[in-house]
Structures are given as structure tokens and as C-alpha cells.
Nanobody, 119 residues
């Protein structure tokens, strides 16, 4: 029953902006870190950005200076995406390194949200 709820994906023109949101719900006991991954057609899933419970952030080189990850408490994370490029087109997945009902630390994934950048 635990899940990550995502919102904010959509279609945007090159150079535009989108903000993705992700909230952990349903008996998460603790979350060590949350982040965003993406997968484009024909490519492997790759890390975009992560943020720990202490506020430490990490970004893929391809998005540095354009994307910003932030959190609101430990159970919610945002990804502000600016200066979007067509190569940013992908399904974006929210991830949480967390303890759920079993209290075993593991990775949880959102359902994925489509981001399409085209003119």
C-alpha cells in the first residue's frame, strides 16, 4: 500500500520549464533519500538528481545548472526543470530509499510521469 505519488509531467517547448512533485504516502517510517531518475526510449534508466534527509544534493552532469531538486520535509521532493531540451524527453521516476511497513530499507519507485520536450 505504500506508494510514491508523482505529478507535474507534461509537454513543454524547448527552453521551457516544468516542476515535478513526488510525495511518499502509506506508512513510510523513515526515508533516507529521495530522487529522480529518467528513462528515454532505447536507453537505460539514469539518475537525474537526489537529495538526502540532510539536504545533500547530487546531479547528473547533463542537468547541472538547469535542474534543482528540493524537499519539503523528508516525504516530499520536487524537481524544478528549467531550460528544457529535447534530449530531456523521458519517463521520469520518483525514487525513495526508505523503510516501509516491513521496516527493511529498500528502494521504492513511483509510477513514472512522461516529460516531453518538443517544439
Amino acid at each position: 500500500q505504500v506508494q510514491l505519488v508523482e505529478s507535474g509531467g507534461g509537454l513543454v517547448q524547448p527552453g521551457g520549464s516544468l516542476r515535478l512533485s513526488c510525495a511518499a504516502s502509506g506508512n513510510f517510517f523513515s526515508i533516507n533519500a529521495m530522487g529522480w531518475y529518467r528513462q528515454a526510449p532505447g536507453k537505460e534508466r539514469e539518475l537525474v538528481a537526489t537529495i538526502t534527509s540532510y539536504g545533500n544534493t547530487n546531479y547528473a552532469d547533463s542537468v547541472k545548472g538547469r535542474f534543482t531538486i528540493s524537499n519539503n520535509a523528508k516525504n516530499m521532493v520536487y524537481l524544478q526543470m528549467n531550460s528544457l531540451k529535447p534530449e530531456d524527453t523521458a519517463v521520469y521516476y520518483c525514487n525513495a530509499d526508505a523503510r516501509g511497513p516491513s521496516f527493511n530499507r529498500r528502494a521504492y519507485w513511483g509510477q513514472g510521469t512522461q516529460v516531453t520536450v518538443s517544439g
